[in-house]
């Protein structure tokens, strides 16, 4: 098995250095060795899967793999919640005589049901609804190099790109409205302030109360601020350091955060642009900065995750709350770039690998949430919306790339989407049309809308929707990320070798 785990490490640097901005003459030699790794992985894999490897267990190998099974069974069995024995007795002595008996066997008459229970239904509806789900794809053609950021506004989607432009597309007719030109370097990032605090900004510069401003972030260490209605840039600020990430953090009068690619954060007053605070956070790139309420979540290419309070009551707006190291958060490395999502009490991260990472942020504690059925997958982005969780995965070994949904709060995997020919999902924005209806943009190679069809519609959509039974029931506690990835590992050798 070491053959397969170097070839999909090399496969897996290949897709990160493809995005790249600029390849040397080695990286592109590299690149160019893609499709002959690719075929010489899917021959090993073959072999590993063939019954040969059945007859090859012999022996004390055979008796191990049978204890790991057993194991693994007892484990099930042992995991399995005494209150949902209870509560299925429950239910058997319900069906023979119509009522209901508490714990202590005393009889009653039929009550409405637990909250487990509504909750149980709930996820079966909703599991049910995705299932006969139906997209209708669209791509947004006009930036010429990949896609790196976008935002959704009303009825618009704004884009950045490694191109130098930002541009703004009108959703329904998917056409461009605006190119935003201006910055000399790639767009990083991108942020919309909420309108309450659009109307502040409108009338310092004597705009109208309802313009809609979108930030943009650039390697040109340059954030710019943006009027939709006229595409014209209201305000550049200068950071002096190239811009990785940032985030708009609606506390009190209201900050504008930016990360640069050396680990500072920077903080900007909303009402008067000027900056109030300077910290050198992380020792690398800040890849992620997503607000909460009161508090500020910054992650790093190093795999570090910073929780901050905001506060405009101090002169310096950021006060550090917990700091978590890659040695947690299983993240860092040539993996990928570090994505967080917020919430509550959990932080949800993807960092280039085959699983969602999950970190309590108050106490440390890692979950692992299954994102792939094999080591082989990346998730890329990471994204929330009301009773929705949702990774992108990209396979290496095939080029395949799949949106998977999981129930929130539970965390529980509801489908994969996928369609022929889609790309590398590298950022992704998503919100919900008057009717309630879904509507997503992803990005990369191509920007491409994701609109969800009524229940009514006859044809056949473009996404098709499946089961993947491996992404079920794989919420795994996880101590050290090391002791993860081993036995991941692992995991996949015995599968192959089944």
Known sequence: MGEVRKLQKKLRQIENLEIK????????????????????????????????????????????????????????????????????????NERIDGSQTDGRGETHLPVSPSAEEQEDAEFKSRKQTWEKAKFRLRTLEGHSDIITCAVAVDNLVISGSRDTTVKVWHVPTATEQRNLGGHSG????????????????????????KERFVLSGSTDCCVRIWALSSGQCVKSIYT?????????????????????DAGKLQVWSWSSLENCQSENAHLDAVTTLQSQGPLLFSGSAEGCVCVWEVSDERTEPLRRLHVWGPEVTGCGGDDGRLILSPRGDRVFLSCGKASIRILNWRTGVMTRLTNHSSTAGVTDCVNQIPGLLIGSCFDIINGESTINLFSLPQSKYLVSLTSSDLPRILCFAAWLTASG??????????????????????????VTVRQDSRLEYCLLESDRD?????????????????
């Open 21 to 92: 901005i600029s390849l040397t003459l080695e990286e592109k030699i590299k690149v160019s060795k893609k499709g002959e790794l690719r075929s010489r992985l899917a021959e090993l894999l073959l072999q590993h899967s063939g019954p040969q490897q059945i007859q090859g267990i012999v022996g004390k190998e055979e008796d191990k793999m049978k204890r790991q099974v057993e194991e693994v069974t007892e484990q099930l069995v042992a995991c399995r919640p005494a209150l949902k024995i209870a509560r299925e007795e429950r239910r058997e």
């Open 186 to 209: 790639g767009v990083t990032c991108l942020s919309a302030p909420p309108l309450e605090y659009c109307r502040r900004l409108a009338r310092v510069f004597d705009l109208a109360e």
């Open 437 to 462: 209806d879904h509507r997503w943009v992803t990005g990369g190679r191509n920007l491409i809308v994701w609109e969800q069809l009524p229940g009514s519609f006859k044809k056949r959509g473009d």
């Open 482 to 498: 090391s002791e993860d990835e081993q036995s991941e590992g692992k995991r996949e050798s015995q599968r192959w070798m089944f």
């Open 240 to 260: 002096f350091n190239a811009v990785s990430s940032l985030c708009f953090t609606p506390e009190g009068e209201g900050f504008i955060v930016t990360g640069s």
